[in-house]
């Protein structure tokens, strides 16, 4: 039976989605609840499973490409099927935001007995339509229910001031009859008093046991990615020290005079990126991927840099870093840094970098092994400066900064030698900054 | 000698109450009571005045009204021994209701005045100079009420300057009456007699009838009774009264001061308030300035075990408050770990006609508390229901607050009035927002539709105004 997959409705806030990857190619075999593809939607990059088992005989979107919700992404055909005749174009897509989108024409025409709704789009997700509350009025709000799915006993009143105030219900003890939260509880709440009267907040749900954590999008594909690139990778280590005064000396300086022309001010990443795009167009053997059968070594460096967010980390893509001065460079961090937090990056930003910059010196780290991010070849391990007893050229000890950066190669593209150039390179601009900022 | 848990002074709505819920808890219980079982209420109050007020309706519709309803007939009379008799028939069936729960609960009734006594007793005095006979109890409620309050200068005396309790029983319809207090008991019996066709003067010291309720329905009852024939003197006081053969002059000036006036009626009813009724020996017990006995959050007295529930504890001098007060202390007594509640929102009602029913905030205590609200009114006078009826009159209006959509007061006149409060009671009980009224369907065609008409006029949601 001929059956298009089509682009399902991963969030509740989702209209269109953006096809990230795809996991399987043209003729792959396909299995129920197989990952097919990646997909971007407003809130995270998914895997999308499908619930089909056949083969891939046609894919109509391209890597990269958003299409609305419903519209056909794929044409599967069971083992050994005959493609229907207008195989090659997608049926019209589908675009009906409540995802239920009918089944296409292909489909409507199978005998009795044929599975439901055969199209991905409806099982996944919940049906659109709107919750209706019990009391259907025209302002109601829902019940709220407890982290265990228990509803709450509240009363009206208190339910709409503590939306009013953005309490959490789950957090209240109840007074009422039976526990029921009253408006009192939440009166209480914003009067701050009562001390001793035994009602108010509970303490924050603090995890007393094992729990289960469902996983986000963003979870899987870190999980996913990481364990594919530490596991099929050879991951070598390489760290060295660099002497951080200089470059903090001509930081003070360069923000000195920047701000004093209202510029920007920069922080030691700053620097660190440009010294990273400098040294790897000096060693380029860094900046390449492992094709299988092939190095492929890139003529520009896209910079990758990791940015922790709230649900786990992202890395976008400085563009052609290597056409980019340092300021340009410390505007376009900035920039994306801010997208990757309101979760606002494009596919486009995220992918296609080269080499990787992941720094933990902020956190106090005074250095670490970071895990590939695959298909590049290296990523760097940016520690923390900190103020050391250093022995300096007149052999007398004397206080210095020092900074670590440790180094993880793809040894089948970089080899020991390689990397230490690439970081000595990396040192000599480091130790050097002036070099960064001409 | 029998050793009770609970002894109960006072056999009203609050002590008959408290001694059938501890009884239900499995206490041994006596209620001790110096007249009849039912107290005020059932006997000389909430109950007999009802059926007063019924009589009196219905004698008015068929006066003025029977030509609406096609009625005709030659001669009405009324025979007021029969009137004031199926009151008390009422009320003798009520009050042995009474009794019959004492004995289902187990609840020992003692017919006597009781009071206090050292030692954890209770002394009961069976018959007017009878030794008093000794009962031990662990616990005491006072539950003995109050009685009609007089005037400095207008004692009662019974015939011509009486109390509620006389008003209702009178052997003959009056010519005329004044009634001086305008608050429930003086409007349900200036329409009560009004209706027969007694002339009646109400004088009230503040500057509207029924002074707790909210202004306009006070206004609008005035109206009302003021077209039904009632004669109505507020802001005006009583100064001077003098009682003769031919009945009581009393002398009464505008409350601001102004020129003197004099009003002849053959009866004056004294309805200005009530005053406590201690129980024997209870010089110990310490009470407010007023009289009222002092209670702590569990009920208790200042006396240790000796708890007080009811209209002996001060206002708001109600039968449905007092009976809750009675549940809570008894509750709290024989359950350490149970916190009593206070009487918070209670609902309050006058049943003369048009019928005036309130719970909550008035429009003015609004204002006072700077509350930002809304106002949803609707008249039945839109009502089907009342039209169809005959019986159009007055509105219900409810107090909304503007953040949170709570409902702040509801206040009523009109038929029907004081069975339509109790909605609004349960929601606001339940801390119901307007939401919830506006969600819930209302029979049609109802009285009660115009609660749910009015509460979606404070949003302009309302579809027949």
Redesign the interface.
Known sequence: MATYIKMPKLSDTMTEGTLVKWLKSEGDEVTIDEEIAEVETDKATMTMPTFEEGVIHRIYVKEGEAVPLGAVLALVLEEGEEPPADADTPPANETDSSSEAEPPAADSESGPGTPAPASPSGAPDKPAAPVSTP??????LPGPVTGDGERIKA????R??AA?QGVDLSRIRGTGPGGRI??EDLQFLAGGSGAGTGIGLLPSPTPTGDQTLPLSGMRRVIAGRLLESKTTIPHFYLNIEIDAEPLMTLRAQVNEASLANEGPKYTVNDFIMRATVLAAQAVPAVNASFQGDSVYQYGEVHLSVAVAIDEGLVTPVIRSAQAKSIRDLAGEMKELAGKAREKKLTPDEMQGGTITISNLGAFGIGHFDAIINPPQAAILAIGTISKQPVVDAHNQIVPGQRMWIGMSCDHRVVDGAIGAQFLSELKRYLENPVLLVS | MATYDLIVIGGGPAGYVAAIRAAQLGKKVACIEKERAGGTCLNWGCIPTKALLKNAELYHTLVHHADDFGLSFDKLSFDWDKVVRRSRNVSDKLAGGIEFLFKKNKVDYIRGTGGLAANGKVEVIREEGADPELLTTENVLIATGCVSRGLPFLPFDGEKVIGSREAMVLPKQPKSITIIGAGAIGIEFAYFFNAYGTEVHVVEMQDTVLPIEDNEVSAALEKSLTKQGVKIHTSTKTTHAEVGKKGVTLTIEPAAGGESSTIESEICLVAVGVAPVLPNNAEQIKLDDRGYIVTDERYQSSVPNVYAAGDITGPPWLAHTGSYEAIQAVEGMFDSSYTPKKVGLFPACTYCHPEVASIGLTEEACKEKDLAYRVGKFPFAASGRALAVADSEGFVKILIDEQYGEILGAHIIGAGSTELIAEIALAMNLEATHEEIEATIHAHPTLAEAIHEATSDAFGHAIHI
């Open positions: 009391s259907g009025g025209p302002y109601s009363s009206p009143l208190a709409r001031m009013d009253v408006a």
